[in-house]
């Protein structure tokens, strides 16, 4: 297939590598970044740079902020020949793929959202690999009417590239789990380096801090557009944790050993019980 990779950055920049090293399709790169556009050709991570052609293009991945995504599909989709399958990459769904699909629809053409969940410390095309989805999770999110044959092709798609868990769902409930599993963890994150102890941490800390910490150097233009798109579901998992949290707080303001011991326990077993649940679910 004739595939146009919109926006070089790590995601983007990693999809283009994966399917030239992976797949034999034809891949074109696309990012206002003229300077990454060649960066990428002299990798052979694409075949072209684009040109300034929309037209004869089988499968259009947008990997776009979700501003920019829904704004280059409203600027281009006339261009784009009918019936060609346009995706994101975007981590929301929900609303913003109502918008994205009535948008491709206008048009002639077919829209199904993805979320690849991979991602690395730090962004951009120079850090991104052929290997990054690797195992990774890749979520498909169709609408009821979504052409079937184009969800098994994008599974496919993923599998290729080296996805692990391919999951379907649909976009409300995408961003309801993502709230929880990634979006609050990026807030989790970001608070927690604001301890002024922050700078003072060399030497003392081990596993559990980087691990903590590492998202925090998200990029905060990308992630605000997220979280304020799915501020619902987002506001609902950071408030059940602040009142988690207080629990914890109010066993140590009252010396309540006994408590902090059945909170750990709790916390405990629930992971326990969730790592067990994981174990042999099939890919």
Known sequence: MKILVVGLGLIGGSICKALKKYTRHNVTGCDLNHDIEFAALRDVAVDDVFSGELSGYDLVIIALFPEAAERWLAENAPKLDGNTLVTDVCGIKGEFSARMEKLAESHGLRYIGIHPMAGKE???????????????????????????????FLKKLAKDIGAGNIVTTSPENHDKMIAYTSQLAHIVSSAYVKSPELGLECGFSGGSFQDMTRIATMNEKMWTDLFMQNRKHLQYELDLLIENLKKYSDALRRGDAEEMLALIAEGRELKEDNLRHRVGQPN
Request: proline share 10%; glycine share 6%.
């Open 122 to 152: 730090f962004g951009g095309y120079y850090n991104s690999s052929a290997d990054l989805f690797l195992k990774a999770n890749f979520i498909i999110a169709p609408f009821p009417d979504s052409q079937p044959e184009d969800v098994i």
